[in-house]
């Protein structure tokens, strides 16, 4: 609290109702933090991938990141109120970036909020900075070079993957060949992370032997994937890959097959 090394970014949001998280900072939020709402400042234009939350540009997250406060001087902390699901998205973008001194607060607002620790109310006033990262195209896989991955991972609930229940998109399936990892399976039931000898032990047995800077991660529209992608690092693993456009942008290309129900995957992966 009150490093001026650090920045902290509340990253709260609900795909039901966009304006939530902006209420709920407002309303209070730890004590200093920035807001960054996932449909304004995480996402950008249809330019990169296409979805329901398509990438940014590199200029478009230079100018937000810089809004916020994030230069290369700075740690950045992002938390949110589902166990790390939205900030992950800040995470990522922020690493993809070139700017590694970025991490989750472990168990977010709820745990902020019950260990009684210093919160606010209203809009942070936050200095700008310069940031000048570039992005790590190599972290980034683009909608025609999905099938050339040697592992895909589905990072969706598995009714969702199964084609059961579809939500938010017009289309109920998953990507052929891709396999199932729910990022929920990698918090306990506090909302935290597992330890990172249990994570480790469950990705690699997903891996199965890919080595896990091969591997691809998808989800509904990239954001959730992301949770994964932390977890991968977090479990001391080389981070893996992102298909940003995930399903969203799959789906919506009536040309790209989509298969339904189960698919072959490591019997004792967690979600089989």
């Known amino acids: 609290m009150g490093d001026p090394a650090w920045v902290v970014v509340d990253c709260r949001f609900d795909l039901a109702d966009p304006e939530a998280g902006g209420r709920a900072y407002r309303h209070r939020h730890i004590a200093g933090a920035a807001y960054a709402h996932l449909d304004r400042d995480l996402c950008g234009p249809p330019v990169i991938t296409r979805g329901r939350h398509p990438l940014p540009t590199a200029e478009a997250l230079q100018a937000t990141l810089g809004r916020l406060g994030i230069d290369d001087s700075r740690q950045v902390v992002a938390y949110d109120d589902t166990g790390g699901a939205m900030a992950a998205r800040l995470w990522w973008l922020l690493r993809y970036m070139g700017h590694g001194a970025v991490a989750l607060l472990d168990g977010g607002w709820d745990a902020w909020e019950a260990a009684g620790l210093p919160t606010d109310t209203g809009e942070e006033r936050t200095a700008a900075r ?41 289309v109920a399936g998953h990507i052929p060949g891709a396999v199932n990892y729910c990022w929920k399976e990698n918090l306990d039931g506090q909302g935290r992370f597992l330890a990172a000898a249990t994570l480790r032990a469950r990705i690699e047995r997903l891996l199965a032997g890919t080595p896990s800077r091969e591997a691809v991660f998808y989800c509904g529209s990239g954001v959730t994937a992301c949770h994964n992608l932390v977890a991968v690092v977090h479990a001391g693993l080389p981070a893996a890959r992102l298909y940003a456009g995930s399903w969203s942008e799959w789906c919506s290309d009536q040309g790209r097959p989509v298969v339904r129900g189960p698919a072959p995957r490591p019997a004792d992966t967690p979600g089989s």
Request: net charge negative; charged share 30%; proline share 12%.
């Open 130 to 170: 310069v940031f000048l990262g570039a992005p790590r195209t190599e972290w980034l896989v683009r909608i025609d070079h999905v099938s050339d991955a040697p592992l895909l991972i589905d990072s969706r609930d598995p009714a969702r993957y199964r084609g059961e229940v579809e939500p938010l998109d017009p």
